[in-house]
């Protein structure tokens, strides 16, 4: 029998507690609960997303998290002076810089770490001067690989969207394309995150990549929610993955 793979983290994103919020207004319902709950169901951490529109986590949620909660926070933000200060204020655990476009409803992409090297080299360099874990949002292709390398990133989030939204023998393809992704950042020395899409239905797949160690998951937990409750779609979240991983090595 193979060893056991290394543990795999669970993080929870709650922008889109947020957005149900601020579609009415108000405090409720509340994303810091949302993190707490989190926290109940064995979530290994807490995402949030603040976007320059502030269309759904906005920065007194930051306030509250980082003041509130036990969890590491793994704060998405945009690659620009705003952001970079906001992150350098509050110091979180971690920072993962993604790609943004005001018109789009959602991250529609990896970021290009590569076309990009001058303007993230020294935001990368100031983050990880504040002792905050930096990790780039950006496709499973080698040259973002190598670019986030050379950036000085310690970690890389895979982006798993296509993978989700494909089906049958392409969506197989995809799965190779992040395995081999995953592959390479063990033997770049990256630490390999993927998010983006997963749920119940396309989760296992993903989990049993041996490089992974962390998922971000945020909207189908949510809306998940909506139907079960917060801490059991978690807790069926970090089953499925759990099942998965243990499936791997058996």
Known sequence: MQAALPPLRLGVNIDHVATVRNARGGAMPDPLRAARL???AGADGITAHLREDRRHIVDSDIERLMAEI?????FEIAATEEMLAIALRHRPHAACIVPERREE???EGGLDAAGQHNHLKPMVARLRDA???VSLFVEADSRQLESAVALGA???ELHAGRYCELAGEERANELRRLARAAEACGRLGLECHIGHGLAYDNVGPVAAIPQARELNIGHFLIGEAIFVGLVPAIREMRRLMDEARARAVA
Do not use: C, F, Y
């Not at 036990?70 to 793994?74: G, S």
């Open 154 to 156: 310690p970690v890389v």
């Open 38 to 40: 989190a926290a109940e």
């Open 70 to 74: 036990d969890l590491p926070l793994n």
């Open 131 to 133: 002792g905050i874990r």
């Open 105 to 107: 409803r959602t991250t």
